[in-house]
Nanobody
Framework: VQLVESGGGSVQAGGSLRLSCAVS????????MAWFRQAPGQEREGVAT???????TYNSAVQGRFTISKDNAKNTLYLQVVSLTPEDTATYYC?????????????????WGQGTQVTVS
């Protein structure tokens, strides 16, 4: 299983990005997936999760600003982020599980990407 994130970058406060996670060796349509982030010196935290059937759950810190989605045909997970603040600066990771319900707990997930850096100034 391979997860490859892209789309990170440096933006000014108020800016937007679209993060992508291309997946191989695993079928996005069959399981839950999620985005996590980790800032230097802090624990990894769940940002958003999407269930097998498309139900979405968000961390309250990003509710209304971040949107998780997936394209089953492209086997790709996305995270649209808008109204970014410096507090959103972190490395963002996509994660894939072997379950169908939602979870924002890192230990629940089996597979991880290498991360993509988002820096907001």
């Amino acid at each position: 299983v391979q997860l490859v994130e892209s789309g990170g970058g440096s933006v000014q406060a108020g800016g937007s990005l679209r993060l992508s996670c291309a997946v191989s060796g695993y079928t996005v349509a069959n399981y839950a997936m999620a985005w996590f982030r980790q800032a230097p010196g802090q624990e990894r935290e769940g940002v958003a999760t999407i269930e097998k059937d498309g139900g979405m759950t968000y961390n309250s810190a990003v509710q209304g600003r971040f949107t998780i989605s997936k394209d089953n045909a492209k086997n790709t997970l996305y995270l649209q982020v808008v109204s970014l603040t410096p507090e959103d600066t972190a490395t963002y990771y996509c994660a894939a599980g072997r379950f169908t319900f939602w979870s924002l707990i890192p230990d629940d997930y089996n597979y991880w990407g290498q991360g993509t850096q988002v820096t907001v100034s």
